[in-house]
């Protein structure tokens, strides 16, 4: 796959967001590529024509803009991210995300990190002396012979919930984002016991991927059937 990357300067880091009150999204464009990803809409508002995962626009100057916003707004809760992962394999080497967190831990603004990597272990010495943040990993299966059918460039689901299990160990508040609820997700819940305080579970609009569910022979997975199993089982935790 090639990947195009272009390091721009944004006009604004911060925006308002109909999910939380505000949302940081250090990149445009997403590595991970999930075949069902929302957040592909972005290339109609940012004019690329390039298919979904093979452009990252890498916002060179996100934490000079939030050093300079955080003092005109008022402090609420940040979500980072909300479309594009934070933790992509380009954050190893730009360090945005990073330095947007010191920047919202010095001040003392509440975060909910996202993300589907286990790079945010890195973060772990902000998040774990920062007041009021949360880390959430999307975990969609237990299965990760389908997580590779549905996300092949993202991290493996074992690595998404030892990630949990350490920052959750470590004291951390943990949730797992379980959307969409992919198929091979029962046992989910016995896989993350003990290692989050609380669980999504949302039932997205699937339609991007549902050629996956056609070639594979999934297509009853996309039942209310098997949604509501799911959902019960991940109720006990
Ligand atoms: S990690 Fe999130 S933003 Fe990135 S492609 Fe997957 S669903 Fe989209």
């Not at 999204?25 to 390039?50: D, I, L, W």
């Not at 989050?196 to 050629?211: E, F, G, K």
Request: glycine content about 4%.
């Amino acid at each position: 796959m090639t990947l195009i990357v272009k390091e721009i300067r944004a006009k604004t880091i911060l925006s308002k967001s109909k999910i939380y009150p505000y949302v940081v999204n250090p990149y445009t464009g997403c590595q991970h590529a999930c075949s069902y990803c929302y957040a592909r809409f972005m290339k109609r508002v940012t004019g690329h024509r390039e298919p979904w995962g093979e452009f990252v626009d890498v916002k060179i100057n996100a934490a000079e803009l939030l050093r300079k916003e955080i003092k005109k707004k008022k402090r609420a809760g940040v979500w980072v991210s909300g479309v594009c992962d934070p933790y992509q394999p380009l954050e190893a080497e730009y360090r945005l995300t990073r330095q947007c967190l010191e920047i919202l831990a010095r001040n003392d603004w509440p975060v909910i990190i996202q993300t589907r990597s286990p790079l945010v272990l890195r973060d772990m010495d902000i998040i774990q002396d920062a007041r009021d943040f949360e880390v959430g990993l999307s975990v969609t299966t237990a299965d990760d012979a389908i997580r590779k059918l549905f996300e092949p460039n993202a991290p493996k689901i074992e690595d998404r919930i030892a990630a949990l299990d350490t920052l959750h160990r470590a004291g951390i508040r943990t949730y797992a984002m379980i959307a969409p609820v992919l198929p091979g997700a029962e046992g989910l819940a016995e896989l993350l016991k003990g290692k989050i305080d609380y669980v999504i579970i949302d039932r997205m609009n699937y339609h991007y991927a549902d050629w996956v569910y056609r070639k594979y022979g999934l297509l009853d997975k996309l039942s209310d059937d098997y949604y509501y199993r799911v959902r019960q089982e991940l109720a006990s935790l």
